[in-house]
């Protein structure tokens, strides 16, 4: 794994979905990635090496933006 450099996996969540829906919108997320990225050298590196991944609440403003 290079040190330099950590791949992760960013999943947006909009604030105004509510606190009990969140992980399975994650869930969904995670897979959703690995069914279009699968094929992709860069998600395979993540996918292998790191599997780390960053979920972040965010306003309309910020995802659209």
Known sequence: INTMYISKLYIAVLDEVPNHMVPVLVA?????????????????????????KVVLKVNRKELYS
């Open 28 to 52: 969904h997320a995670v897979l959703g990635a690995h069914q279009h990225f699968k094929c992709n050298l860069e998600y395979q590196d993540w996918l292998e090496q790191s599997f780390r």
